[in-house]
């Protein structure tokens, strides 16, 4: 398996809980309690070492709750590359309401990036050689807007990236991409029109004709989501599952197709296994990720569907 580094520049403690009812100024008193390391790139990493995988993890992690993130990813089998920041860990919180079935998500900006901190993730990676670096989330406070683009341009590896808004623009407009999975929404803020899967599709294949960027993967919700590279447009439809949490799906998605070609599967295939991997995460509650079990499960009918 080639190897792969995950970069969280603004990694969360989750917490996730439920409450029969969510309702303005009294207090809401919630059960099952759970907490998980967050935040996109370490949520990647969690992905690629539950579907059998050793990834390498980056991250800036601060405060106590930086600490609790640490312990909690000292329970599975990634390797840290922690820099210690002067803020404090942001804490993302998620309620599910058991009455109406609905999901309530309080997702904070985290702290600031200060300028020596960025020089040391800029050294840190530096220092490190990888084959596939996954570059994901949104950035920190003060963050430069090409920071994905200096990353790209400092190593040779091929880079993944799931990110938004001016970030994604200015990396696509800057650097080699090799697979970035932006959502249907995120694909409508950059071209900045509303487009249906025709329309994504159209755009995406723009986008790579005109930006050094491989493979564009549009997800779509319950419609599946797109493959779009030099040689056409594949799709993939959403299997009929039943519906936990949306909370962590489009991390699953890049961590399965990211785990998928470091193992040697062609893009396309990858693709699908991606599918099934986001799929797979729906189905789960809270803060929890995809299961390797239900993403084989997923793929394999799928795979019989095809």
């Not at 993302?92 to 079935?101: D, I, K, N, R």
């Not at 080699?176 to 029109?193: A, R, T, W």
């Not at 294949?205 to 997800?219: L, R, T």
Request: hydrophobic fraction near 45%.
């Amino acid at each position: 398996m080639k190897t792969i580094l995950a970069i969280s520049l603004n990694p969360a403690v989750d917490v996730s809980s439920e409450a029969n009812e969510v309702k303005p100024t009294i207090k809401i008193r919630t059960h099952n309690q759970v907490h998980h390391p967050g935040g996109c790139g370490v949520n990647v990493a969690r992905v690629i070492a539950e579907l059998g995988g050793e990834p390498d993890l980056l991250y800036l992690a601060g405060g106590a709750t930086g600490a609790l993130l640490k312990d909690s990813l000292d329970q599975l089998p990634i390797k840290q590359h922690r820099i210690i920041a002067a803020g404090a860990t942001r804490i993302s919180y998620t309620v599910h309401e058991m009455q109406s079935a609905l999901e309530y998500r309080f997702i904070p900006e985290g702290p600031a990036l200060a300028e020596e901190e960025w020089e040391r993730v800029m050294d840190q990676i530096d220092s490190l050689d990888f084959d596939f670096i996954v570059a994901t989330g949104s950035l920190p406070k003060n963050a430069p807007e090409d920071s994905y683009a200096q990353i790209a341009a400092a190593k040779k590896a091929k880079l993944i990236l799931d990110t938004s808004g001016k970030a994604l623009r200015t990396t696509l407009e800057q650097a080699d991409v090799f697979l970035v999975k932006p959502s249907l929404e995120e694909m409508e803020q950059l071209v900045g029109k509303p487009l249906d899967q025709s329309q994504a599709a159209q755009a995406a294949m723009e986008i790579i004709e005109g930006c050094k960027v491989q493979n564009i993967v549009v997800s779509l919700g319950a419609q599946g989501a797109i493959l779009a590279r030099k040689t056409g447009i594949t799709h993939a439809p959403a299997p009929d599952i039943p519906i936990g949490s949306a909370v962590g799906a489009g991390d699953s998605f890049v961590g399965a197709m990211t785990f998928a070609v470091a193992t040697g599967v062609e893009i396309e295939e990858a693709f699908h296994f991606g599918v099934a991997a986001g799929s797979a995460a729906v189905m789960t509650m809270g803060t929890q990720l995809c299961r390797a079990e239900d993403v084989a499960r997923l793929y394999q009918l799928g795979k019989q569907q095809r």
